[in-house]
């Protein structure tokens, strides 16, 4: 039996909102558009599962997950759920370890010893914030200091595991 990793589990089991049929004669992708609004959906498989999924929302806050509608296809009828990501889950997801990796990630450590993954992107996007804002204030100047000294580069496996570089 082929094992699901720890970033494909969060989406094993979702809570269905709704249900839709959509005739085999229709491509999943254009009906789903239609259906809301005109929302571009990004196809995907985990184990021979279909999921379509919102395009990447970005954000800078390395700790909020984003909202994501998220449909499961069975047979004919295609399930819709929501499910909550952080970026590099949902590059993980939809474009695999590699293309994570290509965005070069970096770990960094926070309360309590939480783990939290950052493209180099949103670091050096944070670092410029939080470096306008201390020549402001003094007082803004410890996020910065801290992701510059603290944040170390990672890759993620295949598996998901994410291990240095």
């Known amino acids: 039996m082929i094992e699901i990793n720890n970033i494909q589990k969060l ?8 249900s839709v049929f959509i005739h085999p004669a ?35 806050d390395i700790d ?4 994501y509608s998220i449909y499961m296809r069975d047979g004919n009828i295609i399930h819709e759920s929501q499910t909550y990501l952080f970026e590099w889950q949902w590059q993980y997801l ?3 370890a590699d293309i994570v990796n290509s965005d070069e990630y970096y ?5 309590g010893n939480k783990k939290k993954y950052i493209s180099a992107h949103t670091r050096e996007k944070l670092i410029r914030i939080k470096r306008k804002e201390a020549e402001k204030n003094q007082n803004f ?5 801290y992701l510059e000294e603290h944040s170390m ?13």
């Not at 989406?11 to 709704?18: D, E, N, Y």
């Not at 770990?107 to 309360?111: E, K, M, T």
């Open 11 to 18: 989406l094993a089991s979702l809570p269905v909102k709704s």
């Open 26 to 60: 229709l491509k999943i992708v254009d009906e789903l558009k239609a259906i809301h609004n005109r929302k571009t959906f990004i196809p995907f498989e985990i184990l021979g599962v279909d999921y379509f999924i919102e395009e990447l929302k970005s954000t800078v």
């Open 64 to 67: 909020e997950q984003t909202p």
């Open 94 to 96: 939809v474009n695999g």
């Open 107 to 111: 770990v960094v450590s926070g309360i």
């Open 141 to 145: 100047d410890g996020l910065r200091v």
């Open 153 to 165: 580069p990672v890759n993620i496996l295949s598996d998901g595991t994410w291990v240095s570089r």
